[in-house]
């Protein structure tokens, strides 16, 4: 399984992106898909995450009502549009996918993208 990130840049406070993950190789039945940030100097966070066919969703407090995870099928992309952004988001975006998901801390993923970068300034 290979995943690629894209849509980060560099945007001012208020601005909304939309970051997505694309699947590539084989893939596998009853997977979660979610998104990561790392922020210079801190350790990997969980953002939100997407059961295989999108029927569940999972928000970190932080980012509920503001971020939305969707996708349309198992295989297609999954996207992560980020509303009102914040210089607190400023860090590399990295999704991840993994089979046997249960609190979606970082080690229970199996498969992870090269990141990409969002810079919100103020």
């Known amino acids: 399984v290979q995943l690629q990130a894209s849509g980060g840049g560099s945007v001012q406070t208020g601005v909304s992106l939309r970051l997505s993950c694309t699947f590539s190789g084989r893939t596998f039945n009853n997977h979660r898909t979610a998104w990561f940030r790392q922020a210079p100097g801190k350790e990997r966070e969980f953002v939100a995450a997407?059961?295989?066919?999108?029927?569940?969703?999972f928000y970190a407090d932080s980012v509920k009502g503001r971020f939305t995870i969707s996708r349309d099928a198992a295989r297609s992309p999954v996207v992560l549009a980020m509303n009102n952004l914040k210089p607190e988001g400023t860090a590399v975006y990295y999704c991840?996918?993994?089979?046997?998901?249960?609190?979606?801390?970082?080690?229970?993923?199996?498969?992870w993208g090269q990141g990409t970068l969002v810079t919100v300034s103020s």
């Open positions: 997407i059961s295989w066919l999108g029927q569940n969703t």
């Open positions: 991840a996918s993994g089979r046997y998901v249960v609190t979606n801390a970082p080690a229970e993923y199996t498969w």
